[in-house]
């Protein structure tokens, strides 16, 4: 069994300030993790997928995630907050199972 | 480019009617599914198909409908029987089996379905 949990339904930030949105998972086999992203009215982007190799991984539009076993955790990170940012991110574990999404604003 | 279509991008439906929603691919992905998503709810997948002529409910199959008569399209039929069809819809596609990035979903634009 496993599922997804992200801790925070909406997060807002500054302009150019540091992003973090939380991701835990739970699994009983060590498990595929993904980020997406969904602007307004379209369909989900991947942006970036951890599948066993580096625990840090990149991902497009400068944003990474890191894999802590330890802490069945998956959290997404930005150094800098842009405008074009603001947008709905979705954590997923092996595939189909989705949380149930966070909500980045950015404040200009 | 490839790439997932789904039709329409917007559908208005009286109480009572059947509608389908169209979703196609030229990926050649084997994998198709069929999500809904409501605000501050995620996803929730409907019905999904690893193959031709066979699919399988999700977590919230009743009042919906599927087809898998192509590799490369899998329409969503949202019948009278679903109590509350408004909401967003998203057709998604994978490869499957042992193949590199087999497990990525790409997505398509979704549907917004409103019932008057």
């Known amino acids: 069994a496993q599922s997804v949990t992200q801790l925070d339904s909406h997060v807002s930030v500054s302009e150019g300030t540091p992003v973090l949105l939380r991701c835990n998972y739970s699994s009983s086999y060590s498990p595929s993790l993904f980020w997406y992203v969904q602007h307004p009215n379209k369909g989900l982007q991947l942006l970036l997928k951890y599948t066993s190799a580096a625990t840090l991984v990149k991902g497009i539009n400068g944003f990474e995630a890191e894999f802590k076993k330890s802490e069945t955790s998956f959290h997404l990170t930005k150094p800098s907050a842009h405008m074009s940012d603001a947008a709905e991110y979705f954590c997923v574990v092996s595939d189909t199972d989705f949380g149930s999404g966070t909500r980045l604003s950015i404040r200009p | 480019d490839g790439g997932i279509t789904q039709s329409p991008k917007y559908l208005f439906r009286k109480e009572g009617q059947n509608v389908t929603l169209s979703c196609e691919q030229n990926?050649?992905?084997?994998?198709m599914y069929w999500y809904r998503q409501d605000p501050g709810q995620g996803l929730r997948l409907i019905y999904y198909s690893q193959i031709v002529n066979d699919f399988q409910k999700g977590d919230i199959a009743e009042g919906y409908s599927v087809s898998r008569e192509k590799k490369e399209s899998f329409p969503l039929t949202v019948t009278s029987a679903q109590k509350n069809p408004t909401a967003f819809y998203l057709c998604?596609?994978?490869?499957?089996?042992?193949?590199?990035?087999?497990?990525?979903?790409?997505f398509g634009a979704g549907s917004r379905l409103t019932v008057l």
């Open positions: 990926l050649n992905h084997d994998a």
């Open positions: 998604a596609s994978r490869v499957t089996g042992g193949v590199r990035g087999a497990n990525v979903l790409t």
